[in-house]
């Protein structure tokens, strides 16, 4: 990151933005929700950060953060006065150089958002989640076969790494996919979402051997005919996008299409794995696999943090906020808020989280989550159809990770009907 020197003159940064004023009504804490063993276990953080109100002041880094799901909620989705183009991580675009160039989807705003949007969920569309789905559950069916062979797994990289890394990159129709890049630069891109701590440093240390790969996956020459990507380019020959734009976007697949779905089927693993009561009613009521799904997805809310930037003066809650102020969105405590779920920390199939927050919301929910729910129901009913029942094997172990909350392994039995 290269920061700008007239605007450090100004007023001294703090983690690449201006630290948000001070207010009588406004808790000061000085815990650090980069904290490795945080991120591990962040359920007693995200309870805390509640507890103290509706918006709270980071002191360690000059941020505010709010938790609460009626906050959370407004900060995340009202694009006017909270912006995405400066930077969905701790760094303001506005005052630094990012360490590459800014999505054109996920770090921009109306109108240049809107244009881009257009394309990839047309690329993205239902139409397309649904010409995927038999080549999905194929998919499925071999890795569940192969996973019954062997009893025992470790679910992290035999099942949910070795599914989205073997399917979205057909889909998307890269030529040369290679699992361990693609989601060593998921990792990278969340980690460089948080401050420049060792998590993200050494995920930055990948960055000289990864960055050309991924530039040269995402040239047409490297795509198949008829793919996603390939979508995306013939946007640019319509003149929709520029073909530069059409590269950008055909890395967002990469950045965002991977990491977040292998976090999805590891999560889902591991909410059935220590709820066996919950597998069994999925199992009686197969009709319940979306709403299992989206438990899923609420309860482990596999984004666990996404940062805006006060875009003018405004509140939050009452409280002022000076254009400039970064927020941190605290979504995986918005998600588990007593206020809106019941008994919010049980994993219940039959809940039908209806507006949890882990695929975003308003014109920056994801883009991708038609095709991510698609992977996912896949993945779910292919185990339904031949599994019994989902025993730990040995202790899970999470990944730590700045924006991301992600197993690291997850030694699984797999008993068959």
């Known amino acids: 990151m290269t920061v700008d020197t007239d605007a ?32 591990r276990d962040p359920f007693a953080y995200y309870a805390a950060l509640r507890d103290k109100g509706p918006v709270v002041r980071l002191s360690r ?44 989807i996920l770090e921009v705003d109306p109108p240049e958002h809107t244009r881009a949007r257009r394309v990839m969920a047309k690329a993205m569309s239902p139409l397309v989640a649904r010409a995927l789905a038999a080549d999905f559950r194929a998919s499925a069916d071999a890795l569940v076969e192969a996973a019954l062979g062997q009893g025992r797994i470790e679910a992290v990289t035999e099942f949910a790494e070795a599914f989205p890394t073997e399917v979205f990159p057909r889909a998307v129709g890269m030529t040369d996919p290679d699992r361990r890049k693609l989601i060593d630069y998921g990792a990278m891109v969340f980690n460089s979402i948080g401050p420049d701590n060792a998590l993200r440093r050494r995920a930055g240390g ?52 991977v990491d977040t779905t292998v976090t999805g089927i590891g999560n889902a693993l591991w909410c059935f794995a220590q709820n066996p009561d919950q ?4 199992k009686a009521d197969p009709s319940l696999v979306r709403p299992a799904i989206e438990e899923a997805l609420r309860l482990t809310s596999p984004v666990h943090t996404f940062c805006r930037t006060a875009g003018q003066d405004t509140e939050i809650a009452g409280i002022p906020v000076r254009e400039g102020t970064k927020i941190l969105c605290v979504l995986g405590a918005a998600n588990t808020d007593p206020e809106k779920w019941e008994d919010p920390m049980a994993f219940r199939v039959d809940r039908r989280p209806v507006g949890h927050l882990a695929f975003g919301v308003g014109i920056h929910g ?10 996912l129901e896949a993945v779910l009913s292919a185990l339904l159809a031949r599994v019994d029942r989902i025993e730990p094997d040995g202790e899970a172990v999470w990944r730590p990770n700045n924006a991301m909350r992600a197993l690291d392994r997850l030694p699984l039995r797999l008993v068959p009907r």
Do not use: N
């Open 8 to 39: 450090a003159a100004a007023e001294e940064l703090i983690a690449g933005h201006i630290p948000a004023a001070a207010h009588p009504e406004l808790p000061d804490w000085d815990v650090d929700p980069y904290d490795e063993d945080l991120l």
């Open 279 to 282: 597998w069994a009613a999925l």
């Open 366 to 375: 994801c883009v991708g989550q038609t095709v991510a729910r698609a992977e």
């Open 206 to 257: 990948l960055l000289p051997e990864i960055a050309p790969w991924i530039a040269a996956s995402c040239s047409r020459e490297r795509l198949t005919p008829g793919g996603m990507g390939d979508a995306v380019y013939s946007a640019a020959d319509a003149g929709e996008i520029t073909h530069e734009e059409a590269g950008l976007l055909v890395r967002s697949f990469l950045s965002a299409g």
């Open 61 to 104: 880094y000059g941020a505010l953060a709010v938790g609460r799901f009626e906050q959370t909620r407004e900060v995340f989705s009202d694009h006017a006065r909270f912006l995405s183009s400066r930077g969905v991580g701790l760094d303001d675009f506005k005052l630094s150089k990012p360490w590459r160039p800014p999505s054109i």
